[in-house]
């Protein structure tokens, strides 16, 4: 198999879709009996049917995530550098036809965000971008990671996708992780929602990962947006894309995250609800097929639901974000992407966290290792 | 009686050594580990921040009888160990290392080629070096060859408790070994380590049976004297396990008679 897209074109999504649906409590208990989870029975546990064993497969995911990662909750947080934007995509606050002032931060604001997230404890940052590539290319994030290296052991980046050569090159400059989130895996669906843009190219980003397991990073970060189709499926799709790359990119961790949409400037809301129990159920399953990727959760999430999570499976967590270029400090009024939930400070989080017996761990990289 | 491990010029007492993380705080940590009376105490260079004088978990183990035994955790290529380990010489003040090059992120499994690559390279740079390795006899010899301190091999894939499911290769490499053995990654139970010991094993590291405990302090006690227990007996020379039960009437009794 020379990339993703030949496993992908074997599936169909009604097909996979139907299946989901039709299982029963038999074929739920069956799978808990057994030792090893593939992706088979993990269709199953991201079943409707699953719903009533919730508790169960809380336990269960509860173990195994203590096992490998013990007491411990990774902090990250991100950092967005621009809002410019050559997309329409149509649930978010971006996008190209909203008509909102265009922000991309310079050198010297770049590092007084830095100042300000570093004094809150940060050691793990994620730059974000929206995708404008005159503007924001390649040049800019390797100038971005240049500036801020020296300031955090672990640097991961969520913007456009990109070339295999290109992310070779911000990798040297010690570029640790990369989040390219599909999206929805519903060809059509995806066309509805990225009308306009290079974003619109589906097969494009759908290599994404391929083309960063080839330029040999340290970490990639996948997931699906919750709203945009039927969360069943694009679980389903996202589980066998990572199952793919964690075999042919064996020298790669990958992470998974949970988005799901938010009120926010675009025009859509939510056609497919996934509720709390729905996101619980979706992050044991996820914990049962792996033991060892990590599960990542953002503020986009309620307190009492974040309070509750981390006893679950989860294994890193923003705080305090903001989603605006300069959101920190240098123009806090700038428009967000999406709102937040979860509005506590990086302090509260961290006592909440070590009152339900967790490490809050800073560092678990240096970025010395990461360039060359 | 004094039945001390000498590795290098270092002697220790204990044949316990212990691992840092994973641990709900820096405090239990420290607590676990002094109620073990572990004396070689591995940390992972990625998880301290060497620049900094308060680090959270180097202040915790700042004791007279705990000696720092960094690791390169996170490293894929020797290239990258050797670059860690010469990190760590400068901020922490040791030539000790706990070479871990597992290219796999998943089972963390190490690469024995660029283990031995990089034991080579920093054992000339004047290192002393614990390799974490398969238990794979062979290369415990080859890496005895360039001049490693011990050897560490894998009792099971690290974090998983699952034991000594490599105990036959063990066995080997217990046998040919000239360097102190050190069962590494795997055990999950008290019993586990003592029966490594039993093995003939110099010693062994316990972490994530000890951090993921519901008590870590109580559990630190239980594999010091389950170490202790399992050398006592080593030396003691166990009894033979018979394969088959002892007749009553023996099959040859007929040649007494």
Redesign the interface.
Known sequence: MSNFKDIFNQYDWDTVKQEIYSFTATDVQQVLLKDEINLADFQVLISPAAKPFIENLAQRSRALT???????IQMYVPMYLSNECQNICTYCGFSLTNKIPRKTLTDEEILKEVAYIKQLGY?HILLVTGEANSTVGVAYLKNAIKLIRDHF?NISIEVQPLNQDEYETLIDEGLYAVLVYQETYNRATYKTHHPKGKKSNFDYRLDTPDRLGKAGIHKIGLGALFGLDDWRVDSFYTALHLKYL?QTY????YSISFPRLRPHEGEVQPKVEMTDADLVQLICAYRLLDE?VELSMSTRESETFRNNVINLGITSMSAESKTNPGGYVVDRQSLEQFEISDERGTNKIKAMI?SQ???V?W????T??SKK | MTDTLKIADKTFRSRLFTGTGKFSSSKLMQEAIVASESELVTVALKRVDLHSTCDDILMHLKQDHINLLPNTSGVRTAKEAVFAAQLAREALQTNWIKLEIHPDPKYLLPDPIETLKATEILVKEGFIVMPYINADPVLCKRLEDVGAQCVMPLGAPIGSNKGLITKDFLKIIMEQSKVPVIVDAGIGAPSHAAYAMELGADAVLVNTAIAVSKNPVQMGIAFKMAVQAGRLAYQAKLAEVNQYAEASSPLTSFLNE
């Open positions: 203590r096992k490998r990662f013990g007491n411990t050691d052991s964690q064996w020298k790669t961790k060892d070590q017996g967790y490490e761990v560092k678990d990289w240096d010395s290792y």
